[in-house]
């Protein structure tokens, strides 16, 4: 789901049936409102139950003008991201899950982190460590805008 300003993600797994079959069935089809029915503007309508997880996302400077798309029951709330900087979205950590793992013991790093948590995520990984996320079900509360990008291997 994507405009200019805001854009929702989800995550599902089908039930009953293989990916292909389900993105092959004409009867799963619908289009953009006031668009032609080609492939282009062709969406899948995804059953609620199968959805693992979601994000909206709006863009900062556009905030008042975004309507949510998810249920609250995907995800209830949302994230905002200032455009042409180069930030990047970040997921928070489950501090007390993530610490609760015995073989997290010596492994986690803290300070030097945008995380409210104060746990560096990918320096506790590059030791050994198993990072919990946190999944509440609200982007707002789940997410954090960093000032620079996530780049693998950095």
Partial sequence: IN????SAFFIFQTKGITPAEFANNTDNYTYMPGKAATAVNRCLKVPNEWILDGVEVYSAGSINNCQKRLTDDIDAGYISLTNKLGHSEY???DKSATEALNENKGKLVYG????????DAEASIKKGAHIIYLDTNNSD?????RQTFSVRGK
């Fill in 141 to 145: 509360r789940d997410f954090h805008e």
């Fill in 91 to 93: 997921r928070n950590v």
């Fill in 112 to 119: 030097d982190s945008t995380d409210p948590s104060g746990i």
């Fill in 3 to 6: 405009s200019a300003n805001r």
